[in-house]
């Protein structure tokens, strides 16, 4: 239980008002119907913290220890044709402009979108 100290509540049929009060110094106070019944300190009436640790010396990490926070899955593949998609592709609505002459621009290239299906450089899951 986190409660060391046990308040009594009124076992008579008629309702009352219970209030906790909690001061900046961590003690409490609490009354029943304006009337102060129970008082004292956070920390010696309930379990607020956790019981102190201490550090057992002979505890060590296995000698095989990795110390990367995530593991690549060793049993992860790369899907088949994973590095023929390209990055980018022709803009398939892209058309060649009509004043645009070969022999004074030079050969017309299509300019190019991302490609919707590549999903960037293939990595192992974690």
């Not at 060793?74 to 990055?87: E, S, T, V, Y």
């Amino acid at each position: 239980h986190l409660v060391k100290k046990d308040i009594k509540c009124e076992t008579d049929q008629l309702s009352h008002v219970y209030t906790l009060r909690i001061m900046p110094n961590n003690t409490y106070e609490v009354y029943m119907d304006l009337k102060k019944v129970e008082s004292g300190s956070l920390y010696d009436d309930f379990d607020m913290l956790p019981p102190k640790k201490i550090k057992d010396p002979k505890a060590a990490k296995p000698a095989d220890w990795d110390e990367r926070e995530k593991i690549e899955d060793a049993k992860d593949k790369k899907p088949a044709g994973w590095d023929d998609i390209p990055a980018t592709i022709v803009d398939p609505d892209a058309k060649k402009p009509e004043d645009w002459s070969d022999e004074d621009d030079g050969e017309w290239e299509p300019p190019t979108i991302p490609n919707p299906e590549y999903k960037g450089e293939w990595k192992p899951k974690m």
